[in-house]
């Protein structure tokens, strides 16, 4: 299986009259809630208010209209990379193969997959515009293992149902984590592994093919390129 920028923006594509028309807009957000991994507890005093207060920091950035469109992309840029604990999240996507690759190739995995997900954030960023999340509670899981559910609302979707967002919360060392978060049921973390999985098992486990493969697609969502598939060799 390859990995296409086109496979990588699925979610984003989404018709808007289709039951789930606000699925490309729960995958951003819920790639914003991965990069929440590791943020500290602070102020924010369960899991409700970890997710309430750092995704809204998001959408304010977002909906800033008195912000030019370079200097609002650079600041939520810069704000998902202030609360990233991305190697955390580019090894369990990564998952096994990280075990038997190279430290330079899996450095240069992570390298290449932090600059893959600021890029598809940075390509469907007006996606965003007016959009708020409410969180509507809680299911414990087990001690310090909890999912918060919550309602995205767009207001120009009138009289159409909010899409339900879960983030699963990990309390540990006084720090909060977003884990993983499901999307109209799909659990998103998981979906990448899968598909990274199934990239590497045709290309003979070579997670530097990987690396240099989402580098590829990087370059194709930044320019605005059509995506182009990889030979099945890396």
Do not use: C
């Amino acid at each position: 299986m390859q990995i296409t920028s086109s496979a990588a923006l699925n979610h984003f594509r989404m018709p808007v009259r289709e039951p789930f028309r606000a699925l490309f807009l729960g995958a951003l957000i819920s790639a914003l809630a991965l990069m929440l991994a590791g943020t500290p507890a602070r102020a924010e005093a369960n899991p409700e208010q970890f997710v309430a207060v750092n995704i809204q920091k998001g959408f304010n950035i977002l909906n800033d209209r008195s912000l030019p469109d370079a200097r609002r992309r650079a600041e939520f840029r810069d704000f998902l990379i202030s609360l990233t604990d991305i190697r955390r999240i580019g090894l369990f996507t990564l998952g096994p193969a990280r075990r038997s690759a190279s430290p330079q190739d899996v450095d240069a995995f992570v390298d290449a997959f932090r600059d893959f997900a600021v890029a598809i954030y940075e390509s469907r960023l007006s996606a965003f515009s007016g959009q708020t999340l409410k969180v509507t509670g809680s299911s414990e899981v087990g001690p310090g293992d909890t999912v918060v559910h919550t309602q995205m609302v767009d207001p120009r979707a009138s009289g159409q149902p909010p899409l339900n967002v879960d983030f699963r919360v990990s309390h540990r060392n006084g720090k909060f984590s977003v884990i993983d978060v499901s999307v109209a049921g799909i659990w998103l973390a998981i979906e990448e592994r899968d598909q990274f999985a199934s990239f590497l098992n045709d290309n003979g486990n070579n997670v530097g093919a990987l690396a240099r493969h989402l580098r590829d697609m990087t370059r194709q969502i930044r320019n605005g390129a059509a995506p182009q598939t990889a030979d099945h060799g890396g």
